[in-house]
């Protein structure tokens, strides 16, 4: 199994485990093998039964999942992934103020005793339902586990089917120049027209032609108010210089969102299989930037400037538990 689905096989233990442990509603069981299965306890949950579609070698077993509810290991995934540490503080405080004080025998103590509260609840949810199976509350809930049971199923067959799905898309973003001033414009063909944010428009000296005749609302994912319209402007793509026409937007994130107005005009293709913008008027070809290039706005972490987080505290107290452990082991 590679790296990256174990990854998922813990991720998945951890968020059911620990994230949701506090939350009695989301306990579920589900039918696994033939048995009933507690999903609270991920450990129970065989993933070496599971079939590969792409095949293993005769004899070759893939690696169970048993040993994933450890206390140790647990506590240092999560040490090691802020993100999934200011979840669990978001969701279990008690829970992430002992992994927090860096005494393990205290974090297991905890993660043990929530456990035990699941399998009373568990155990006591059973008995209402065996006392009357035909009981409205009880039937709700009984469906209310089935759907949940699908979703887990979805969930496992996405897992291992297409464990890419589970990362995250880097959004399309390109290099051009306005009027000579540098920007980086997101690329969206969703998009009906063509927008510039009033201060990158500021930056860019071409305010002073905004026509605010055209003034009105933009809506999509929320709204936002149009100041007005630049009719004709320059952009500036690698070597060609293309006339354009901008909405200036009063708030918003991003300098620049080229919309289908202006890829339509230029016969703009965007090939994902090169990563590029393909001008199909001129022939030229911009590529798309990684990650590490992209603005703040469109970044997938916080970027500098949000130190003032609740996750700073996080990932301070991660720091200095990684130098103790450098100081113990000198």
């Known amino acids: 199994m590679s790296s990256f689905r174990l990854r998922l096989l813990y991720e998945h233990s951890l968020h059911e485990t620990l994230l949701m442990c506090a939350s009695p509603e989301l306990s579920t069981r589900f039918t696994h093998t033939g048995r009933s299965v507690n999903i609270s306890n991920i450990s129970e949950y065989e993933y070496g039964n599971t079939v590969q579609p792409h095949g293993l070698a005769s004899g070759e077993k893939r690696p169970s999942a048993r040993g994933l509810d450890s206390p140790a290991l647990i506590r240092s995934m999560l040490l090691s992934n802020p993100h999934d540490l200011s979840l669990l503080k978001e969701r279990n405080q008690p829970l992430a103020e002992a992994l927090l004080s860096g005494n393990l025998e205290t974090f297991s103590q905890v993660l043990m005793g929530q456990q035990r509260e699941r399998a009373l609840r568990e155990q006591e949810r059973l008995r209402l339902f065996a006392a009357d199976p035909f009981d409205l509350e009880a ?3 009984i469906e209310e586990e089935i759907r949940q049971q699908n979703i887990e199923e979805n969930m496992s067959i996405a897992m291992e089917e297409a464990p890419e799905s589970f990362g995250q ?4 973003y390109i290099n051009c120049k306005v009027n000579g001033h540098p920007l980086k414009a997101f690329v969206d063909s969703g998009a009906q027209m063509t927008i510039v944010s009033q201060a990158c428009a500021e930056r860019c000296n071409i305010i002073r032609l905004v026509d605010r005749r055209w003034a009105g609302i ?6 936002q ?4 319209r630049v009719h004709l402007a320059q952009i500036q793509i690698e070597g060609d210089f293309l006339q354009c026409s901008f909405s200036i937007l009063e708030e918003q994130p991003m300098d620049m969102l080229l919309g289908l107005d202006m890829l339509r005009r230029h016969q703009c293709s965007i090939d994902l299989k090169k990563n590029v913008l393909v001008i199909g008027t001129t022939g030229t070809q ?3 930037l990684p990650e590490g290039e992209l603005p703040p706005c469109a970044k997938l972490v916080c970027g500098a400037g949000q130190e003032d987080s609740p996750d700073k505290e996080v990932a301070d107290t991660i720091k200095h538990l990684v130098k103790d452990l450098g100081r113990k082991k000198r």
């Open 139 to 141: 039937q709700a809930k």
């Open 169 to 172: 898309v880097t959004m399309l």
């Open 218 to 223: 933009a809506k999509g994912v929320g709204t």
């Open 225 to 228: 108010r149009i100041i007005g």
């Open 286 to 288: 911009t590529h798309f």
